[in-house]
């Protein structure tokens, strides 16, 4: 299938049904002393090409709530609805790259082996295959490296391949989950602008995890800030920056600086509450 092409400048949130919809998306995960919520009840809608980001504490349950979205993990509470189906499993349509890339290519396989992994099941003929291995390569800068093994790169180079492989398979949205937390800030500035680079030209909707605030603002067209765990959502923010953005002239604007300050004070004020109640009556 091709990729959804229509730029996201062009969508009318108002009119388009989501590509995306969760309601009251709750996890809990099972251990010996009973289940313990994870995510407690989650509610938003991502419209087709949106850059959508997620921001909250560390243990909110951002993770939980991606591998809900992407069908790797069963909810316990609610309904992910995707192009107007409810989840119930992994999806053709979704992508998803993590944080420790590392972990996430296998070292005995080339870069090229690595991006043609997720087409392997889909029966595609071998010259699509390698149409879209070369094209997502392209697509991040690497086309050079097909060959390479992963341990032959350096980390942002990585998480280059790591991202190739999920746009190998065209999804309609791409889920990334705190992608550039393991790369030097100047290597995460350089990440950022090729995602949005690649976001503009394909239209993919995203549906970005980061705890990083500037960064949250930087990439995106609306932050949805959770609560400390069992997560809820305590902000659905737009940002009205232009585009395209520049890693200067963007932070330097007075609304980036407003916004960054609203998400800021958001996050501590979720924080503080959370830690009031917690305490002993
Ligand atoms: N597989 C698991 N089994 C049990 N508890 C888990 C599991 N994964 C995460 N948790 C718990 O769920 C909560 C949310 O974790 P996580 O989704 O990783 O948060 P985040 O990504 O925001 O840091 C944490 O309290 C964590 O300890
Ligand atoms: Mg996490």
Redesign the pocket.
């Known amino acids: 299938m091709e990729p959804v092409t229509i730029p996201h400048h062009q969508q009318d949130p108002g009119v388009a049904a989501p590509v995306l919809d969760v309601r009251k998306a709750g996890k809990s995960?099972p251990?010996r002393k009973g289940d313990?919520l994870?995510v407690r009840s989650i509610e938003f809608a991502v419209h087709a090409g949106q850059f959508v980001s997620v921001v909250?504490p560390?243990?909110?349950?951002?993770?939980?709530?991606m591998m809900c979205i992407a069908g790797l993990l069963p909810i316990s509470t609610g309904e992910v609805v995707f192009r107007g189906e409810t989840m119930s499993g992994p999806r053709d349509g979704v992508a998803v790259v993590f944080q420790d890339y590392s972990r996430s290519l296998f070292p005995w396989l080339t870069v090229e082996k690595n991006v043609v992994l997720p087409l392997r099941d889909r029966r595609l003929p071998r010259a699509e295959i390698r149409d879209r291995v070369r094209q997502s390569l392209e697509m991040v800068g690497l086309a050079h490296a097909a060959g390479l093994y992963p341990w032959q790169l350096s980390g942002g180079m990585q998480q280059r391949v790591a991202i190739a492989r999920g746009l190998a398979v065209r999804p309609e949205m791409l889920i990334m989950d705190e992608p550039f937390a393991s790369v030097d800030a100047q290597t995460r500035a350089s990440l950022e602008d090729l995602l949005l680079k690649i976001w503009a030209e394909t239209g993919t909707t995203v549906l970005f995890v980061t705890h990083d605030i500037d960064e949250a603002v930087y990439l995106s067209d609306r932050v949805i800030v959770l609560s400390q765990?069992p997560s809820t959502v305590v902000a659905d923010l737009p940002v009205p920056l232009e585009r395209p953005r520049d890693q200067i002239a963007t932070k330097q604007t007075a609304t980036f600086g407003e916004l960054r300050e609203e998400v800021y004070s958001l996050v501590m004020a979720s924080q503080r509450r959370t830690s009031l109640s917690a305490e002993p009556a």
């Open positions: 995960y251990s313990v994870a909250g560390s243990g909110c349950g951002k993770t939980t709530l765990g």
